[in-house]
């Protein structure tokens, strides 16, 4: 049976629960971690494998995806009542970040490291200042409960819920190198303009195959399509010539 999510007292008491140790003198620090200058871990070796604690096949995704949906409505909660929501937006895509590096992911999930030496890991997090001490303390609640191998879907979780709250279209804007900034003001004003969202959020995506040109997601779970790209117009270019719709001239 799957844990319950943090509720928001849980994760607020949490605050007292999850303080910052003080270093000792002769205490060996597992990890030295600065968001600026990066993350060193111990070396450690971890075999993995394909099969899931979570269960297997449909039922076992849709309960990590249930499970990963009441974290981020529990952080987004306590990010709302205290008044730092897009302070913790922010620092949620650090965390995704932070563990997009699968060394640091591994870290946290094997049954090698021991819950002291992850606990430190987030401590030094907390000491630095790179993250809110409540959302330093909802990490330290997943490493406790053994869920920190939801954190990516968490972190897509926490982004439903925070452009629901905020009234925010996401768009992602894919194209074969970085728009600049006053290209992408643009597209979020067309964006805009066709969803009639109160905000939007653009998220930028280079993919080389596009030829040139860029691609617009958005809508539920980006299901809606503007291809601007030259890949795009090759294709349709293609598909004409293969059924005869483009008349050739004869000079």
Not at 22 to 32: E, K, L, Q, R, V
Not at 53 to 80: F, I, P, Q
Not at 218 to 243: C, H, P, R, T, W
């Amino acid at each position: 049976m799957a844990a319950a999510a943090p509720s928001t007292a849980a994760l607020q008491n949490s605050l007292v629960t999850f303080q910052s140790r003080s270093p000792s003198s002769n205490s060996t620090n597992p990890a030295n971690l600065s968001f600026s200058g990066g993350l060193r871990l111990p070396k450690i070796t971890i075999k993995t494998t394909n099969k899931s604690r979570h269960g297997g096949g449909y039922t076992g995704a849709k309960m990590a995806d249930s499970a990963a949906g009441s974290y981020a409505s529990a952080l987004a909660e306590v990010a709302r009542s205290n008044g730092t929501l897009e302070a913790t937006a922010a620092d949620v895509e650090k965390v995704d970040k932070l563990f997009s590096d699968k060394q640091v992911l591994n870290f946290f999930v094997s049954p090698i490291v021991s819950l002291e030496q992850k606990r430190e890991l987030i401590d030094d997090i907390t000491s630095s200042g790179s993250l809110q001490l409540h959302v330093c303390n909802f990490l330290n609640i997943l490493i406790e409960r053994n869920r920190i191998d939801l954190i990516k879907e968490i972190v897509k979780e926490f982004e439903i819920v925070y452009n629901k709250l905020t009234e925010t279209e996401l768009a992602i804007v894919t194209s074969v190198v970085q728009l600049e900034r006053q290209h992408l003001a643009q597209i979020a004003k067309q964006v805009q303009r066709l969803t009639r969202a109160r905000n939007v959020r653009i998220k930028t995506a280079i993919d080389e195959s596009l030829v040139a040109g860029f691609t617009i997601r958005y809508g539920n779970s980006q299901s809606k399509l503007i291809d601007m790209s030259v890949k795009k117009q090759l294709e349709e270019i293609a598909a004409q010539l293969e059924i005869g719709d483009i008349q050739i001239p004869r000079y």
